[in-house]
């Protein structure tokens, strides 16, 4: 499968964006979806996840409320709906995809990125 992230931007503390990742397969009923991030000196994050048949979300505890993650079956596409935006959410952000029951990621976004100024 090939990820094409798009959507980011700059935006004001407080503000909010969402960022897409269309993906080329069609046959994504075992994946597994998943946007990371990376700031600027830092590793790459993990934010959330959402399984592509059923639609089950996770979020980490440190954007869960903030961030949400959605898929759109018909478009083919994954979105991270952020919102109450920080400084410190400023990063490139990466969708990911990977076959449920595998520990890996192996398809990768080439990354889109976010810069929330103060």
């Known amino acids: 499968v090939q990820l094409q992230a798009s959507g980011g931007g700059l935006v004001q503390a407080g503000g909010s964006l969402r960022v897409s990742c269309a993906a080329s397969?069609?046959?994504?009923?075992?994946?597994?979806m998943a946007w990371f991030r990376q700031a600027p000196g830092k590793e790459r994050e993990f934010l959330s996840s959402?399984?592509?048949?059923?639609?089950?979300?996770y979020h980490i505890d440190s954007v869960k409320g903030r961030f949400a993650i959605s898929r759109d079956k018909a478009k083919n596409t994954v979105y991270l709906q952020m919102n109450s935006l920080k400084p410190e959410d400023t990063a490139v952000y990466y969708c990911?995809?990977?076959?449920?029951?595998?520990?890996?990621?192996?398809?990768w976004g080439q990354g889109t990125l976010v810069t929330v100024s103060s």
């Open positions: 397969d069609r046959t994504l009923s075992y994946y597994v």
């Open positions: 959402i399984t592509w048949s059923e639609g089950i979300a």
């Open positions: 990911a995809a990977k076959m449920r029951g595998s520990n890996e990621y192996h398809a």
